[in-house]
């Protein structure tokens, strides 16, 4: 990568003049529509009986922010260069994610939120039209939502070539059958369809042994055994489903872009699914910081306000200049999306990949240990947000794989030099 | 401390003859009657639906471990120099509390939990007979449990002067008013007795103007708002509870030591509680470990064992190298506390605390990075033990604290050479 | 600073269409024309009797270099806006200054080193129409050298209400007596001119007591005690001097711009040597990082190369993404001065300072350990390298300073916002 | 090494009665006989026209120290076990050890600086009479030197079995030839034996195949091409010497141990040697600690002292915590030796190595940055403390392969388990 830096179509990290007025809609909705129903919504919530369930009024008042923001034309601006022609270039889709990554719920009501923004993209760039018409369109709609099942109980999953579950094409029917877990968002009522990752092809050269196959969720088989915790959290309704399918049928047609291109089509999914999670990263650590800030302000100890005791300004000062940083690697890992496309930029994402969680956590660890007691408990939403930056470190490759492949890439480099 | 490094008095870190035994019975105990039961205890608990309570048979578990325990004289190891001629020295219970903490039921079961330690070793220093008879002879048989409420929500606890709870002397009776919270152990239904940190003289010197007052949790006024959660978790039925004092009435004899001494009493208390939870933060940082060789040798990606792959052994080698520098440290504190006193050998407790908890977090959580998913799930001990010990960076004084009370030392011991 | 991170104009991050060209031929310049005289250059240095000389063609060595540079039109490009016409944006010259940073001679032979920049950028901004014919002409010509007297023994420097010495209007000139060390290049034969921060104005208040006042190097009293060393290195013959200044008499009319101005020019002067250094220090890490891999690749032990040993690859993959960031944070510095100001800028000077030499120290630290004993020898650039970035968190403010500029900027965007 | 945790013979860490008055007397005779000569010793030293001589007066310092300790009983006190009845315990030489530390000379006074103390200690366990009579009792006088030839500069010394120099048997004559660079005290003119690791075996397995032999530095052939720097320092009169071995002839009695013995020699070294050196970098963590104290307290900047500025304060706790826990860490690794034997200790010397040297340079980088620029100077001795340490993490083993003993007796115990 070091080659492509002076190289000035990767270094305007500009918002564009089209994406500005739409940035400044997302910041005023938020703040209209979603920031006033975040606690409402959590409150009804743990009123829940059945926890895969929403309770009368919560659903409402999401689908209600959904509808003021179609309705504004806030939405689907995750996907670039769609058929559809909706979508913001990953540059500018970067400045709205910011400010989606301060309330949990804002990425949502733009229909830009996770695992569903992965499985369109998918469904956009390598789905049949018949595909398109029966999953893509209710799923740009709003109307329903989806799950990816990649990885498995048993195997290092960040290793691809170690999927077991199988599919075997029986007449015009995939079978399957294997064991998934934490495949999120498969708790939620109105998840409707499942990207299963399978092994079809056994016999083949390892990265051509994998497809990707459409599981509707209430085909006979799919068993959800039930939700994986995160830090004892079920993350109810969405959910991190542990799955069994047994014996699962599925129509031939319903594979993605052909045997054995599972590993392709990851490829595709995952750039931008690894990304989006960074930019909404950068919305919680500036969040983290404010609360640091605000508690730092407002209180006092040993005669002075917490902010001023020790270590606590340099540890602003640090958090400042790492998110500025990350910011930065995030826009050009997004323009490096634009520019030489997913395949190109891979690099630039698992540098931010493997940089921004890791370092989030800290900002917002730090954010909890000046709040005190308060801030492990559940008056601040701190330890929510370490919860789910800590997974991210775990989730779509752990740190440990990005760094391989940025390392890769400049043993390459120094090689070719030689 | 610097001087104190030459006292051989203070470097013979070896467990006594006597303890020798009693570690071996521990050992045995833990694994033979404790580590049984932990699986079903845990199940029982999930289904409860009064979160404060027991359910059928889970209270007979951990009473049953505790009888054999007690029949075998592994009781009360935690107070030196009892009047009642119970406990070890401070350094043989480390070596025994090592192995404590290693199964997160063990304590309890030889009597020797958080906070009736604590509020044992209290009474057992400053308390009446009265008070002795009353509260300390069914705390010391494991008949009650208790409390201690000093952190309040509306200050900065860690500064003593910030209290803002009352207690006005009308008559024979003590009228206490004022808001706590984090009151670990409140919600145990066999909590019967709390220690209760109020201002009784707002126009003494700072640290004068304290007092520690027993209240019987029956005492009409006192309101258990709560739980506290520490990273969304209640703790049930143990529990974290936030508690109104509202005109609450106690006889004036139930005043400890004296009107005004309740930060002296807090020196009292503090030193051992902070060095019992370092103590099984050991056994704590010790089973993370193992879990971290275990998965890195049995699990394999990109053809390789986990272990072998990328840092992994170095992380393994720093983790052994940080818990034995911590082992050495917290037995050198406990050493000082033996023969220096309490007081003396605050300096050391407190580099013990400043250490400790933060090294343990650290460990743990690169033995969640190394399990993956499984990591964060619940299927793995370890996002527990991660917040057990987060939580430790702020109880009992934030690390920030403790390095303060450090640092003053060494100021102080270079001012004095000058 | 978070406000701004919406501005458009504030992350084109881009080289100028007019500078690409330069930036090639700099590039070229170097190869060409610096890399093949280093190694010449410090041979005949180690063989100097008098250390702040030159040995016979070593001298011509430098000068050659510049020559062809100023011949090519590569010249003065640190000085944007400036009268005379002469430099680039601050943002293009970034560009060009990474690759300076890779060669110890080669700022030298564009007329872009420290501390001459600073000192042209003063003279430009502040002197008169005589101070700059009799200073400013040589300097931007490359005839002489200059040097920056601020910083004093026996006080922290980096509060400038400390500075020492004294200068007394006596008739028409001023008399100033005074010590400062550290004051870089005045070991240099070519060294004609010194700026002096001195006290003129003790009654002022605290920023508006000071003064910069021009000093000829050969002015009676200017006593050159010696060289102050760096690691135990004198860095002959630029050097680093102990400055005596014993009743020193100057013409009054060598005051820059007014009495009691010495702060503010001072602000005019730090932003951009900061940034200068810290454009500098990126090229430095690329190339630490380019012998990490080099050496790594190019070894073995235990049967393998040494990149593929334990935590190697994550090491590379770390510095990678460090340098990728700080790159970032030194191209928004410097488009913030463009775009701002260098006093709206500064705090983003300030994140760039305190962030860069010390990411800086660690890679370069990573790649001695990559090296074994050659690493810390003479037969690698490393310690070198190391050494001028160490000292660079203590030069132009501590990183101490820098870190409370950013949160201070912080902590009052957030009361603003109260 | 976990299950030697309890083991309370290890545990022990307390000097002996027999050591104590030992210990005060070398803390006396420092005071009074080594620190009044240090200033005259370097300053003397910087007029050395011949680098590897000694100016008159310098050496008479010296000796004149050693004099005073020898005839004090102050001498030999790192070796245990010997037959000539000197040393003492491992456990005993360390509480001495930390005092040497603190000054660069101390070591030598007592006869008991490297590379010397392993070389005797070689001969005394596996010398013969011969050998003994001719080398190890004027080095146990201390009047004579010696060098240990190991590290070669064209291959990853620290894999043993990478050593090129080979020696090979002609007649009764040992002919060498080979390459040894960073050898230690080669330029004291004192240095009369040289122990040099040679490959005489090619075709033995893969640890048997390296020899000792004995060299005296006046053979033929033995050609010193000049000094390795250590961060541009060549450390002189003492030196780490390039030594070219050209057809070098020594007597067939001259090896050590015999044939294939190179290996197993090193074992008996290298503990001692390591843990030699660790030990006296807690006295310089000490010294560091205590400069960064005194600086702190005396200057002021911002209207406060430095030490009560920002992190500073507790940037002294956390280097006094970790002196102690390094502290109490190599008196374990010492006792260990005691107990177990260097061979079983060998996992506890090796967690000594890594972590004391790492930490050690972090302390004396943070006493640096509190010094501001004097920090770097030669008014201050942090640098030449800095490079030191530094260079340990290099010699005698990088920490890396140190970190690598630790986790495979980690995974090797967790293996056992299973």
């Not at 001023?308 to 995030?330: F, Q, Y």
């Not at 323009?335 to 190109?344: F, I, W």
Request: aromatic letters at 6%; charged letters at 25%.
């Amino acid at each position: 990568m070091n080659n492509d830096n002076n190289r000035d179509d990767l270094n305007n990290l500009a918002i564009s003049e089209k994406a500005k007025p739409l940035l400044e809609a997302v910041i005023k909705h938020v703040r209209e529509n979603v920031d006033p129903i975040l606690e409402e919504y959590d409150r009804l919530g743990e009123g829940r009986a059945d926890r895969f369930s929403y309770v009368p009024g919560q659903l409402e008042l999401i689908e209600g922010a959904k509808a003021k923001a179609k309705a504004a034309g806030l939405w689907n601006f995750f996907l670039p260069n769609a058929e559809t022609g909706e979508g913001l270039s990953n540059l500018d889709y970067a400045y709205i994610a910011f400010e989606l990554g301060k309330n949990p719920l804002a990425s949502q009501t733009l229909n830009c939120s996770a695992p569903d923004t992965g499985n369109m993209e998918v469904l956009e760039r390598v789905g049949t039209p018949e595909q398109k018409e029966k999953w893509l369109k209710p799923l740009l709609a709003g109307e329903i939502r989806s799950c990816f099942a990649m990885t498995e109980p048993d195997v290092a999953s960040s290793d691809a070539r170690n999927i077991g579950t199988t599919a075997v094409l029986e007449g015009d029917e995939w079978v399957i059958n294997g064991d998934k877990y934490y495949i999120s968002g498969a708790g939620d009522p109105r998840c409707k369809i499942m990207i299963c990752m399978v092994k079809t092809s056994p016999d083949a050269e390892a990265f051509r042994q994998q497809s990707q196959i459409l599981v509707p969720m209430d085909t006979p088989g799919v068993q959800i055994l039930g939700p994986m915790n995160v830090f004892g959290h079920d993350d109810a309704p969405h959910g991190h489903m542990h799955i069994k399918l047994d014996n699962v049928r599925v129509p031939k047609e319903n594979i993605l872009w052909g045997e054995g291109r599972g590993f392709e089509i990851s490829q595709v999914r995952l750039g931008p699914g690894r990304i989006h999670h960074c930019m909404r990263s950068i919305g919680a650590a500036e969040k983290a910081l404010d609360l640091t800030l605000e508690r730092g302000i407002s209180r006092e100890a040993f005669g002075k306000r917490i902010i001023d005791l020790g270590k606590n300004m340099e540890t602003v000062s640090r958090a400042r200049i790492e998110i500025e940083a990350m910011r930065l690697m995030v826009l050009k890992a997004a323009k490096a999306m634009d520019v030489l496309g997913n395949k190109e930029a891979r690099i630039w994402v698992s540098m931010a990949k493997a940089m921004v969680p890791e370092k989030c956590c800290k900002i917002i660890d730090e954010a909890i240990q000046i709040h005190g007691a308060t801030g492990v408990s559940q008056w601040s939403p701190l330890t929510e947000m370490y919860m789910k930056q800590r997974t991210l470190r775990l989730a779509d490759g752990p740190d440990e794989v990005h760094h391989n492949v940025v390392a890769r890439a400049e043993v390459k480099r120094v090689e070719n030099l030689g």
